[in-house]
């Protein structure tokens, strides 16, 4: 076997493979070979790239949870084969599927980079190949024959972030995802400086992929003045996991309707779990007295985790188990580097 790098660039759709429609003037997504002959470049890359792409080629605004299962299979069936792989998805959801994967894929000892770009390849000004080539660098590197960035990473404009760390922060700026909670990964200037006491370390095994999923859930996003009816109603929605957000260190009202709610609802057995709206920053229950009865109701603490990592890990960890105890553990544990350690 030659010991060439060998790369498989997934395709998923986004605004990096559109094209403007004359007649309505609005971007739709198109073939993979010709967002390939945009960049001729792929051909001068001292490393095997071969392609493949989804079922089906979206905006990511109609991400599922399917595709994702969809994109899992696709990565465990050519684990063996490959040194790492690329993902080419839309901005929109990129944040959602790079965390659902790190959850859905543990362990990894090669690297799985999402790209994607605000503007079309073909155009002019586009920062899509640009991020295409250094994710296709940042996923070949290797250091003693071993990946550098043994996990899922989001590369964009010249920052490579941790995948559960993201969210999309401008949809007008090419600096397009920020990582509040946790140190960029590696920055590409005229050389990639791998950040590396912040890179996780390589797993010995092969990954652990976990299928599942149970999108069952909710989420109560509070703001002053909201209804005792509309809690009552997202909290009694038929969800089986809830993602609660909360104010600054994880502060909700102390009306006790209120509290009196959350406690009905954790009783009758749902799993709610409390993060902040903040961009930056931790959920720290009992700093202040608003938030000091969570967790004896049995409310989870979601740390410094972000709004796209809580969603997909709940999904996560309610397709692991049917025991709350068990839901729980997993979690209040940092799976993939997607929150703080207790
Ligand atoms: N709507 C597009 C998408 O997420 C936006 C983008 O790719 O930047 O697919």
């Not at 999108?215 to 969800?239: N, Q, T």
């Not at 993060?275 to 009865?293: E, F, K, P, W």
């Not at 967790?295 to 740390?303: Q, R, T």
Request: negative net charge; contains cysteine; aromatic residues 8%.
């Amino acid at each position: 076997m030659s010991d060439i790098t060998r790369i498989l660039l997934i395709y998923t759709g986004g605004t990096i493979g559109m094209v403007q429609d004359h007649r309505d003037g609005q971007l739709h997504p198109f073939g993979f070979s010709t967002l390939l002959d945009n960049i001729p470049e792929l051909k001068r890359f001292d490393v095997d790239i071969k392609t493949a792409q989804l079922s089906r080629i979206i905006d990511s605004s109609d991400m599922e949870p399917i595709l994702w299962q969809e994109l899992m299979d696709l990565i465990e069936k050519n684990y063996d084969a490959y040194d790492g792989f690329v993902i080419l998805h839309g901005t929109d959801t990129l944040a959602f599927t790079a965390s659902a994967l790190s959850f859905m894929i543990q362990g990894l000892d090669k690297p799985i980079v999402l790209t994607g770009s605000q503007l079309p390849i073909g155009a002019i000004r586009t920062d899509g190949k640009e991020n295409l080539i250094t994710a296709i660098e940042v996923a070949s590197s290797k250091s003693n024959g071993k990946a550098i960035v043994p996990e899922v990473s989001v590369y964009f404009e010249y920052n490579l972030l941790r995948g559960n760390r993201v969210t999309k922060y401008s949809a007008e700026h090419f600096d397009a995802f920020h990582s509040p909670n946790h140190p960029m990964l590696a920055e590409a200037g005229i050389q990639i400086v791998y950040n590396l006491p912040y890179i996780r370390g390589s797993s010995k095994a092969r990954p652990n992929f976990f299928r599942k999923l149970d999108a069952r859930i909710a989420v109560l996003r509070l703001f002053p003045g909201i209804d005792p009816d509309l809690v009552k109603a997202i909290l009694f929605s038929g969800a089986k996991g809830i993602i609660m957000e909360t104010y600054g260190a994880g502060n909700a009202p102390s009306a006790s309707w209120f509290i009196a709610l959350l406690k009905e609802a954790v009783d009758a057995g749902l799993i709610i779990m409390n993060v902040t709206q903040c961009l930056a920053g931790t959920v720290d229950h009992g700093r202040y007295v608003t938030s000091s009865g969570f967790d004896e109701i049995g409310i989870i603490s979601g740390k410094d985790i972000r709004f796209e990592a809580a969603v997909t890990k709940m999904m996560h960890a309610l397709g692991q188990s049917e025991v709350r105890q068990e839901i729980v553990q997993i979690l209040k544990s940092s799976i993939s580097g997607e929150m703080m350690e207790p």
